[in-house]
């Protein structure tokens, strides 16, 4: 039933016309490549998971041909935030000799590029001026203003939107059809509810779940490990009534033992507040929020969320 390619690879676009959703940036790029020479650096932001770097990889097939990969350099500026990999492989790689005479120019792929240093921003930002008769830049954020203005200024910037609900089923529902997997839309519209418009993550879900059998909503939620999503509501309960100790060890059970990551855990836990109809429902969502942006900033998890159950009991009195 399934077999060792990975779904998300085996079914990515080939060609931007293929691609899911985005029909206006399509549109714009589409009309951008009738005169290749003239297309500038490009920025891609949005959420994860709706098509930024499969959009760049598909450019760089249509603009580049058959020989793509051999001029065309893919970073993971998250893990080479540094000014050392702006100036040694960036640098290098837009100045090495050889340009082929069919080539416009080389591409430059810098994928999470909102996680690259203010300094190597502005390494970068000298590189793509003294660069430019050879070479394209798509550089790709999640959040595009951690991108500092001077090399927003220098590229077309694209904003990707999240994929409808309508859009994702469709998709997930022909990959099982071509995988020769049974679904019903319940379980198709649980991948939906869990990924929430990342297709990424829905198409990874999809083969997990494949993995189990027909694609159910039962299934969906074993492979996901929804089933243990009601337990936060009783780590929200313990919380309120002042079981710290308890609520805390219930919280760590569920992290360490069963893999729920954190920000899973917030997310649940906030559904939870809503769900239940907490009387303070302003103060929690605030509190929930405030320790949300901690530990997205690289506070200690599991130190900031033993904090949020502790303050989280103030408002069950």
Known sequence: MTDSIMWVEKYRPQKITDLVNQKEIVGSLTSLL?????IPHLLFSGSAGVGKTTLAICLCRQ???DGWKEYTLELNASDERGIGMVRERVKKFSRFAGLDSNIPF???ILDEADEMTSDAQTALRRIIEDTAKTCRFILIANNVSKIIEPIQSRCAVFKFTRIAEK???VQIKEIAKKEKIKSDEEGLKAIYDYTEGDLRHA???LQATASLGAITEENVKASAGLTKTKDVDEVLKMALAGKILDARNKMIELIKVYGMS????LKYINEAMYRTKQANIVEISETIAKYDFRIL??????IQL???LAELSKFGK
Not at 262 to 265: N, P
Not at 297 to 302: H, L, Y
Request: no cysteine.
């Open 262 to 265: 954190e920000s899973d855990f």
């Open 63 to 65: 603009i580049l041909g």
């Open 306 to 308: 033993s904090a949020l």
């Open 34 to 38: 009738k005169n290749v020479s003239e």
């Open 167 to 169: 859009d994702v089923i």
């Open 203 to 205: 198409i990874n879900l």
């Open 106 to 108: 080389k591409i430059i």
């Open 297 to 302: 900033s690289g506070a200690n998890p599991e």
